[in-house]
């Protein structure tokens, strides 16, 4: 994973400083968890309640879609998408949904999406790509989202859109 890229995308989109640094804690977090869990496992851990990224979460700073609900605002949203089933509550294309509906419910407050996929497939992104393109241009209020792909083990970031 290029943490340096990271940091690129968060400095063009003129990200705080205290979310910038959330976010690499939450990104040093996501490699030593995904060493040990899947994606599925991962899931299922938040959305009971599990903790998995100690002091994140807890202190107002994250968001996991889906699972936290509505009405539930926080700087780093952490979406989490499994597989390439429209129908699936946790497939790409619905939680790319959820996301969207959450940035415009919280979008004084999200600053910083990172989507942790098993796939990376740009036509199913393509619906959100307007809105993200739009996040990413503004002049105040810009978004960051931050594509990770985990795929047996191997961790790979990548620009969109």
Request: aromatic fraction near 6%.
């Amino acid at each position: 994973m290029d943490i340096e890229r990271i940091s690129e995308i968060l400095d063009e989109a003129e990200i705080k400083p205290e979310t910038r640094e959330r976010v690499r804690t939450l990104i040093d977090e996501l490699r030593r968890v995904l060493s040990d869990y899947d994606i599925d496992r991962i899931r299922d851990i938040l959305a009971s309640g599990g903790q998995l990224f100690p002091g994140m979460g807890q202190d107002g700073s994250m968001v996991v879609i889906p699972g936290d609900g509505p009405g539930h605002c926080a700087p780093i949203v952490l979406a989490i998408a499994k597989g390439k089933d429209g129908r699936s509550r946790y497939g790409l294309p619905n939680v790319m949904r959820a996301v969207r509906a959450h940035l415009i419910h919280c979008f004084e407050i999200a600053e910083v999406v990172i989507l942790l996929t098993d796939r990376w497939d740009p036509d199913l992104m393509k619906e959100s790509e307007g809105d993200f393109y739009a996040y990413g241009s503004r002049s105040r209020g810009r978004k960051a989202l931050i594509p990770i792909v985990s795929w047996k083990r191997q961790i790979t970031t990548y620009d969109w859109p």
